[in-house]
């Protein structure tokens, strides 16, 4: 190994929060981090995932929704639309999009909360490691994203309401 001038602090914790400091201060990772993150699998795979965040944030179009996504909104739409509207069961004009460009919009953010939550879970376990068992600490932490997944469910079930309401409130604001 050659010497290093600033040994940096060891453990792979270290280094993903170096990592992280570097990815938000737009500035290079040590090198030392990066010949880390070269040979170790966990420290890697947060680099990469930094490195997709980082694409997804340069794009100025938000990202367009996966056709399968969309299609598996519009199906739920349907059935949902159909019990709660049967009489006007047909979609208005321009749904599609509109639920396309709400999901598109809705994905936008997402690395940044997938982020954020990585990110508590990280430093929530660090902070209560000395002080709860590590079973009540995973049971925690599986709480956790439990909520997190329910969350996310809400607000994409959610988002063909909302295009149908906005669509709908359209068409009364032009008549
Ligand atoms: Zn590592």
Redesign the pocket.
């Given at each position: 190994m050659s010497p290093d001038p600033q040994p940096p602090a060891a453990?792979?914790e270290a280094?993903?929060a170096r990592l992280s400091d570097a990815f938000f201060a737009r500035t290079a990772a040590a090198e030392s981090d990066r010949d880390?993150?070269a040979?170790?699998?966990?420290?890697?795979s947060?680099q990469r995932d930094l490195v997709e965040l980082a694409g997804a944030l340069a794009t100025d179009a938000p990202p367009t929704a996966r056709d399968a996504l969309v299609h598996q909104t519009l199906e739920r739409a349907r059935a949902e639309l159909s019990r709660h509207e049967a009489a006007t069961a047909t979609l208005p004009a321009g749904y599609r999009r509109e639920v396309g460009r709400l999901i598109g919009a809705t994905l936008l953010p997402l690395p940044l909360v997938l982020l954020w939550n990585a990110a508590v879970l990280s430093v929530g376990g660090e902070l209560l490691s000395g002080l709860l068992p590590t079973a009540l600490l995973q049971a925690l932490a599986a709480g956790y994203v439990l909520a997190g997944a329910t969350w996310l469910g809400c607000l994409y079930g959610s988002l063909p309401l909302m295009a149908h309401n906005q669509l709908r409130r359209r068409a009364l604001e032009m008549a």
């Open positions: 453990g792979c280094v993903t880390h993150a040979g170790c699998a966990a420290c890697g947060f």
